[in-house]
């Protein structure tokens, strides 16, 4: 399911998403998320883009560029 774009402003703080607004994908488990460019927290600590996060419940802070989350999955091997 895809997630709804979001239009926020340099220096806001990026939202976690919703339990509603997790996507899922049949036969497979959200390992986490991928962004591109490097974010940074509100302490200035980077998460590097293209390293794996298992969640985006950090506080993230909105870039002066635009943000692209990327879902990572695994295959469910409990699914039939």
Do not use: C, H
Not at 21 to 30: F, S
Not at 56 to 74: C, H, N, Q, R, Y
């Amino acid at each position: 399911t895809p997630v709804q774009a979001r239009e926020l402003f340099y220096g806001q703080k990026i939202p976690t998403l919703d339990a509603n607004e997790v996507p899922t994908k049949d036969g497979y488990k959200l390992s986490g998320w991928t962004a591109t460019p490097t974010l940074k927290n509100a302490n200035g600590s980077p998460y590097t883009a293209g390293n794996l996060k298992s969640d985006l419940s950090g506080d993230l802070i909105m870039p002066a560029e635009s943000v692209k989350f990327t879902a990572k999955w695994t295959p469910d091997s409990s699914a039939r």
